[in-house]
C-alpha cells in the first residue's frame, strides 16, 4: 500500500460528515456540501489511479470533474427557484 492510496482512504473517510451536512443542514448547505462530495470523489479517483499505477484509469476522473461543474450548474438551473 503506497501514500497514494492512504491518501484515497482518507478523503474517503471525509464523506461521512458531507453525507451528514447533506442531510441535517439547510438546503443550499445541502447542495455545497454534494459539490465538495463531487470534487473529493474526483480527488479519490486520481489518487487511485496513481496510487495502481495505470494511466488508463485517469479517463474516470476527468470526466469526474467536467460532471461534477456542469451538474452544479443544472441544480442551479433548475432548482434556483426553490432555494430563495
Known sequence: MNAFLIAALALLA?????????????VLDGVVALQL?????????I?????????????????CAVLTLVS?????RFFGRLLR
Open 72 to 76: 452544479g450548474l443544472v441544480f442551479a
Open 14 to 26: 471525509g464523506f461521512v460528515p458531507l453525507g451528514i451536512a447533506a442531510l441535517r443542514l439547510h
Open 47 to 63: 489518487c487511485l489511479a496513481e496510487g495502481f499505477h495505470r494511466s488508463s484509469y485517469f479517463d474516470l476522473p476527468v470526466i
Open 37 to 45: 462530495g463531487g470534487a473529493t470523489t474526483t480527488l479519490i479517483l
